[in-house]
């Protein structure tokens, strides 16, 4: 679907279709259409102009071919448009969802009818493979025939359409349908004679329907076939089952009734006609259950196919081998010949991995033969599944032998575990992540608390568990070595002397991973050494990061810049560290451990302090980009970048904070004010700023981090001292000889004193610093002074004189696209709306006002006031379900910050919203609502104490002065969340006759 709402619909199986809307339109020429079809079969990567220009040319490119690509991607744009056809990074992409291209809508439909087929379902199978097969209108990728980079995908492709086929004609042959797969399978066999699953299947429908002579016919066909075109008798299962027909034996009757799955059984050791027997050895289970992974397991489920290689990398420690033993256990039934585990981490010659592979398979060497060849004849015609564990450590044999047996055995498949990619055409990599741990019901916590609880059944989850398996990284390694110690310490003494517990490790498990620090040792040294100098100093990041970052941060010349990138892609590719490239700008990542180790390393390599004085540096310049722009017209992608960048910036600032720089930390502290302001985080920026200006920064430092730290005092409910932080940051100002930083130090002055009701202090600073914003041609500041100058106006006659420079405010914040200003200046101008009975108006301020804060994340004392105002408004339109929803997102806004003026308009909302539903609920939040303290609150100087009054009165009518005044006294004592939960109740039954309208 592309962005304008056109259906766009790719079709690969067979000539190359394009439809928009149902009309064609596909490309003309025979190299714009094969660039399409490359873009579409990678349309999970981004492939850049090198890999497109090797895949449409290959050997035999011209000089021209980049000018050429370059044209063909601009054709391919018009005729898409650029929401389809994307750029990011280096890299183009086909934006479409798999339900737009038919291969993936064909194997989705596959992969459900081999779940249907797991459940025994053969009526569903029938249809599942009827859709999926009918999606086909001729060879796969047809366009491109014999092109490198389609072969993978054609063969993958063929394969799975032949097992789909055969998996249609089991589930027919199951159901007593024998006459519709007869004539299938021979229509089929006149195409691909030499398929010995079709002739079999064919015997065994013939057999069924009481053709015992035409069955064994067949077997005579699919010899001679096989004898004429290349030279082989049938194999074990054809042989058998021309036995099993000439005696007429009991259990062909019972062949695929019951479930849709035939063949021999699995672990068969019958051998292929002349070849060794089989005897494959499968993994041996876990003792302990399996800590979530199930989305894995669901999705991976359907990637483990025939002729295919799926790779499961990750870190060491992220259980990639449990994970792929449990997926052997969901895929047991499905490969008659069994599975062979192939288990490589005692490996330590590459020569050796062959004799590995024939011990897991269960075949004896043969002198005359290589083992690879003995290996590729044992299995040509089997349906396997060979698991080849840890191959990182010797990832040439491992390719070698994979490379073998999906060559010579294409109804074989590969499952691998490594660390690293095994980088073989057509390889399927499944990277493994870490648990999450996010909250008490992650898995990760789950894990801890099991392996925890099961050597220590006295064992009590606390609020330290949590934070211990953040710092494990999720690494289900980590937890298995942690457990054991909950019997000898407490989770908080665990957390106190992880470094130490992990360094003891488990002397139980192989060498390689007794304790974490060998199980990155072992990737460390397996680096070059100019990834292994950068993978030391990414380990100052703390968090994620970007690009730009690792390049400002990384290289102590301009010379060693190039090598980082270069890096990276070394380090992703070893699982060290982690890449997020499907959301945005790419974003990189260490897990805890391994960042701890990096950290550690950095610190031998005697190359700690400077390169945390890059950091220092990087991260100082983001903080001024942040505070530069964080109120400004791009302030929701500063203020997401700062969410994405805070756990640097902090670490940044402890450096500073450390090394006494004390300019370097008040202006990173200075640069994020604002941030904590919006995110409500006023606790953690007082702190910071704090101890920055306890180091004495010069005075334009100063005055700028006075100025953030007197906000967020206010935020905090602390007023005097935010007062006293104005004034000194006006001195500040004036001794470094800022003006333009003098008039925001006046503004903030004026700003608090109106907070504190010093009407007449608030009016004169504000005006002063409204004519200096002016005079240094700053709209928004002057346009601040405006909207606060207006709050404090006391009486009716002063509103009104003001609401002009409100109005003013509005427009200047509109034309600089200053967002929260325009959001406070919409929400107050809304209630001036509400004042005057003008719901509409009211409506539309706030309804704007309200996407504002929601867009841009804002959870401050704005978000409260803006949510409370415009449930008043769903409620006096006759909405109060509505109402009652805004209210509780205010409520859990206002539960995150200290500054409870707020709460004054919430139980105002909260009153007249209760004003619909009942007399007793709405006297009860008139008295919450009068114990708060209006004198902070623009609610009481908004004189909506007459609509306070108003609904007092309806109270008193319906209850009577007795009963609403014990009602008035039980509220003040109340939750407002409790109160919530009831108005909900209330508002939910079908009929309330006591319901009011106090309009």
């Given at each position: ?123 569903a199978v029938i249809g599942l493979t009827t859709t999926a097969l009918s999606l086909w209108r001729g060879a796969a990728l047809a366009d491109v025939d014999g092109a490198e980079f389609a072969l993978p995908h054609v063969a993958r492709l063929d394969e ?794 309806t109270a008193v009518a319906a209850l009577g002065a007795d009963r609403a005044a014990e009602l008035f006294e039980a509220g003040a004592r109340e939750d407002g969340l409790h109160m919530l939960g009831e108005l909900d109740s209330v508002l939910d039954r ?10």
């Amino acid at each position: 679907m592309s962005s304008h709402g056109s259906r766009m619909e790719f079709r690969l199986l067979g000539p190359l279709e394009v439809l928009r809307d149902g009309r064609r339109v596909e490309p003309s020429g025979a190299k714009l259409r094969a660039l399409l079809i490359d873009l579409l079969i990678h349309r999970a990567q981004f492939r850049s102009s090198r890999q497109l220009v090797e895949d449409l040319w290959g050997e035999h490119q011209p000089s021209t071919a980049p000018g050429v690509l370059r044209n063909y991607l601009s054709q391919l744009r018009d005729l898409l448009g650029p929401e389809v056809l994307v750029r990011r990074g280096g890299g183009y992409g086909i934006d479409v969802s798999a339900d737009d291209l038919d291969s993936e809508r064909f194997e989705q439909l596959a992969a459900l009818a081999r779940v249907a087929d797991r459940d025994r379902d053969p009526t569903a199978v029938i249809g599942l493979t009827t859709t999926a097969l009918s999606l086909w209108r001729g060879a796969a990728l047809a366009d491109v025939d014999g092109a490198e980079f389609a072969l993978p995908h054609v063969a993958r492709l063929d394969e799975l359409r032949a097992t789909t086929l055969e998996l249609q004609m089991e589930a027919l042959i199951a159901a007593g349908r024998t006459g519709e797969a007869i004539a299938a399978l021979e229509e089929r066999l006149v195409v691909d004679p030499l398929r010995e699953r079709h002739w079999w299947l064919l015997m065994v429908a013939q057999y069924r329907s009481g053709r015992q002579a035409d069955a064994l016919r067949s077997y005579q066909r699919a010899r001679s076939e096989l004898a004429e075109r290349i030279g082989i008798e049938p194999g074990a299962e054809l042989r058998e089952l021309e036995l099993a027909i000439l005696d007429q034996r009991r259990e062909l009757h019972g062949l695929l009734r019951g479930s849709t799955t035939a063949g021999a059984g699995a672990g068969s050791t019958t051998p292929v006609a002349g070849g060794p027997v089989l005897r494959p050895r499968p993994p041996r289970g876990y003792r302990t259950p399996l800590v979530g992974r199930q989305a894995d397991l669901e999705e991976l489920d359907a990637r483990v196919e025939a002729g295919t290689l799926l790779t499961l990398t990750g870190v060491g420690g992220v259980g990639k081998t449990r994970l792929a033993v449990e997926l052997v256990e969901r895929l047991r039934g499905r490969w008659p010949d069994g599975i062979a585990f192939v288990d490589l981490a005692p490996v330590v010659e590459e020569g050796t991995v062959p004799a590995a592979a024939l011990v897991a398979l269960g075949l004896d060497e043969e002198p005359i033969r290589p083992p690879l060849d003995t290996i590729t004849r044992a299995l040509a015609e089997r349906r396997l599944l060979l698991v080849v564990d840890n191959c990182e450590h010797v990832v040439a044999a491992a390719v070698r032998l994979v490379d073998a047996v999906i060559e010579a055995a294409p109804g074989c498949a590969v499952l691998a575990t490594s660390r690293v990619p095994l980088d073989m055409a057509g390889e399927r990599i499944w990277s493994v992540a870490p648990l999450a741990a996010d909250d008490e019901s992650s898995d990760s916590v789950r894990m801890l608390v099991e392996r925890a609880v099961a050597v220590n059944p006295g064992f009590r989850n606390d609020h330290h568990t949590v934070g211990l398996a953040r710092r494990l990284g999720g690494l289900p390694l980590a937890i298995e070595m942690v457990a054991p110690w909950t019997r000898t310490l407490s989770t908080a003494d665990i957390a106190d002397r992880l470094d130490q517990l992990i360094s003891i490790g488990d002397p139980a498990r192989p060498e390689r991973q007794r304790r974490m620090a060998a199980v990155f040792d072992w990737s460390d040294g397996r680096l070059d050494d100019a990834t292994r100098t950068v993978f030391h100093r990414l380990g100052v990041f703390v968090g994620d990061f970007d690009l730009a970052a690792a390049e400002a941060v990384v290289p102590a010349e301009e010379s060693e810049r190039p090598g980082v990138l270069v890096a990276l892609g070394r380090l992703v590719d070893h699982s060290l560290v982690i890449a997020e490239t499907s959301r945005g700008p790419s974003r990189y990542r260490l897990l805890e451990p391994v960042r701890q180790f990096a950290a550690e390393r950095l610190v031998d390599d005697g190359d700690d302090a400077p390169v945390r004085e890059r950091h220092l540096r990087h991260y100082r310049a983001v903080a001024v980009e942040i505070g530069r722009h964080a109120a400004g017209p791009a302030a929701t992608a500063w203020l997401a970048r700062a969410d994405h960048e805070l756990p640097n910036l902090r670490a940044a600032h402890d450096q500073a904070l450390r090394t006494a720089g004390a300019d370097d930390a008040a202006v990173i502290a200075g640069g994020l004010y604002w941030y904590w302001w919006i995110r409500a985080s006023s606790t953690e920026g007082i702190d910071r700023l704090s101890r920055s200006l306890a180091l004495r920064p010069a005075p334009r430092v100063s005055a700028r981090a006075r100025i953030g730290l007197a906000s967020l005092l206010i935020q905090a409910d602390r007023s005097a001292e935010a007062a006293a932080q104005a004034e000194a940051a006006v001195e500040d100002a004036r001794v470094a000889g800022d003006a333009r930083l003098e008039a925001h130090a006046i503004g903030t002055v004026g700003r608090i004193a109106a907070d504190r009701r010093q009407t007449g202090l608030a009016e004169e600073m504000l005006r002063d610093a409204r004519h200096r914003f002016e005079s240094h041609g700053n709209p928004g500041g002057a346009a601040w002074c405006l909207m606060v100058l207006f709050t404090v106006a006391g009486s009716a006659v002063d509103r009104a004189a003001a609401l002009p420079g409100l109005r003013r405010a509005h427009e200047l914040y509109t034309e600089v696209g200053m967002l929260w200003g325009r959001a406070w200046t919409s929400a107050l101008l809304g209630l001036v709306e509400i004042r005057e009975d003008r719901f509409d108006a009211a409506d539309d301020f706030l309804t704007t006002a309200n996407r504002l804060v929601d867009d841009n994340g804002l959870r401050d004392e704005l978000a409260v006031y803006t949510k409370s105002y415009l449930a008043v408004v769903r409620a006096g339109t006759g909405h109060p379900r509505a109402a009652a929803a805004i209210l509780r997102q205010a409520w859990t806004i206002a539960a995150g910050f200290p500054d409870r003026a707020p709460y004054v308009a919430w139980f105002w909302a909260l009153a007249e919203t209760a004003a619909a539903a009942s007399p007793e609920l709405l006297a009860r939040c008139l008295g919450a609502h009068l114990v708060r303290s209006p004198e902070v609150d623009p609610t009481h100087r908004m004189d909506v104490a007459e609509r306070i009054t108003a609904l007092r009165t309806t109270a008193v009518a319906a209850l009577g002065a007795d009963r609403a005044a014990e009602l008035f006294e039980a509220g003040a004592r109340e939750d407002g969340l409790h109160m919530l939960g009831e108005l909900d109740s209330v508002l939910d039954r079908p009929r309330h006759a006591d319901r009011l309208h106090a309009r």
